[in-house]
């Protein structure tokens, strides 16, 4: 069993799903660029959900991404999970691991504070990317660090420091890191989607939610 990645199991009433793909009749697709726009969307959601949590994303067809200059137009699958909520909000470790690197990557729509975590399992070797954090959160790591289950990994980031989005974790599992440090695809051209899923496969069961997710 791992640890809950918000520090405690969500129960049905804690989170809600949160839809930002082509099936979601509420969003307006000519402004779900506009980072103003997003914050509201995802505000409103939680709000009227009353939740503190928003959760989703994984293999969504999204075309949110063409407003930056580092994804082309062909990439639009999201890869990992998304769990939306305030700046600030601590994330645990689910797993043993060792910090396999991370970065700083601060492009318009990138991670942001990204962290890479490495796991030895019965079944092998895998990772656990963490995207979207505070900067704080990558103060006095190391290559190699060990990282206990349910210590205290990071802090969601705010606008400034995540990559520019309203605040929230992506959560993405990547069997083979393909030599990437720091840094791992996480939106993709449909054509490569065989090769990503086998390679990122959903993330969500180590979440710790009770229920499968509900609609918003």
């Known amino acids: 069993m791992a640890f809950p990645l918000l520090g405690k199991k969500l129960r049905t009433e804690d989170y809600c799903r949160i839809i930002l793909g082509e099936e979601n009749p509420d969003l307006d697709f000519e402004w779900t660029s506009d980072p103003l ?44 999970v998304d769990v939306w909520g305030n700046a600030g909000t601590q994330i645990y470790a689910p797993l043993d691991g060792l910090v396999h690197s991370f970065k700083y990557n601060d492009l318009a729509f990138d991670y942001g504070g990204t962290i890479i975590l490495r796991h030895e399992s019965e079944h092998g070797i895998f990772h ?5 954090l505070s900067l704080g959160s990558l103060e006095g790591l190391e290559k190699g660090k060990t990282i206990r289950e ?28 393909q030599g990437f440090e720091g840094d791992y695809v996480g939106v993709c051209e449909e054509r490569d989607l065989d090769f990503y899923r086998g390679n990122c496969p959903d993330a969500t069961y180590l979440i710790g939610i009770e229920n499968n997710l509900t609609n918003a």
């Open 37 to 80: 726009y997003l914050e509201e969307y995802i505000s409103s959601t939680l709000e009227r959900n009353q939740v503190e949590f928003g959760i989703g994303g994984y293999l969504e067809k999204r075309n949110i991404y063409q407003a930056s200059e580092n994804f082309s137009a062909e990439r639009n699958i999201h890869l990992g």
């Open 150 to 177: 349910g210590e205290v990994l990071a802090k969601l980031g705010d606008w400034d420091e995540n990559g520019g989005w309203p605040p929230h974790l992506h959560f993405q599992i990547i069997r083979e890191m």
């Open 128 to 132: 656990t990317l963490y995207g979207h």
